[in-house]
């Protein structure tokens, strides 16, 4: 019984094509003529083999020796170029020129179908540059009114900038001050009010202590008060 073949290191397909040799040294061949070797003896016998009728065959058919048939086959199917299925405890291996033959058709196709699509696109774009180009002429009329337009967009830059200056006076940047203050001013009074309370309850634990000595204390001013409505002063 064979084992399972492992999964060996990959190598890249280097190969032209499926084309036979006359050449069938056992000496210096290299790994990508071992490939095709091994691909066209499948496709020349067009059957199934298991990995010792490989090494058995291949030595004498294709000159491939026998110690490299396994690691060769397994890039093949690693690729696949080679297809491979388990039955029973041992692995057999096949690969029929009209899958291949397929294989081929069906990447020409798909290449074929990207290159349309990229003619097809390389034309819209033509046409588009085509319209878009239509009344760009370089005339002295263009030229005037790309000058006016160039001076419009400068007096716009102009403007601008005056009206930045009078950004304090907008309504908007005003209101947005108001409400700001209004923001403040609750929030102070809101501890002004904390303070007056710790106060109150101050002199309920200690009578004989007066305000200004507690806030001297807290380090706050003796005339502390709520702090007036803002909407008067702005």
Partial sequence: ????????????????????????????????????????????TKQVYSLKQLERKLPKAK?????????VLQSLVDEEKVDFDKIGSGNFFWSFPSKASQKR??????????????????DQLQQDKQKASMGRD????????LQKYKDLQDMIAKVDVEL????????????????AIK???????????NVFQILTFAKKK???????????????????DYLP??????
Wanted: with cysteine; proline share 5%.
């Fill in 1 to 44: 019984h064979q084992p399972p073949v492992t999964v060996l290191k990959k190598f890249k397909w280097k190969g032209k094509g499926l084309t036979r040799t006359s050449s069938m040294g056992r000496k210096g061949v290299s790994y990508a003529e071992k490939q095709v070797r091994m691909q066209a003896y499948f496709h020349e």
């Fill in 63 to 71: 000159g491939i020796v026998s110690q490299s048939v396994k690691d």
């Fill in 105 to 122: 058709k069906n990447l020409i196709s798909s290449l074929e179908s990207e290159i349309g699509k990229k003619k097809r696109k390389l």
């Fill in 138 to 145: 370089d005339t002295d009329s263009r030229r005037k009114k």
């Fill in 164 to 179: 930045s200056k009078f950004a304090a006076s907008d309504p908007k940047t005003i209101e947005k001050k108001q409400k």
């Fill in 183 to 193: 923001c403040c001013w609750t929030n102070a009074n809101r501890w002004i009010d």
């Fill in 206 to 224: 200690r009578p004989d202590l007066k305000d200004k000595d507690i806030l001297k204390y807290m380090q706050l001013p003796e005339e502390l």
């Fill in 229 to 234: 409505d803002p909407k008067h002063g702005i």
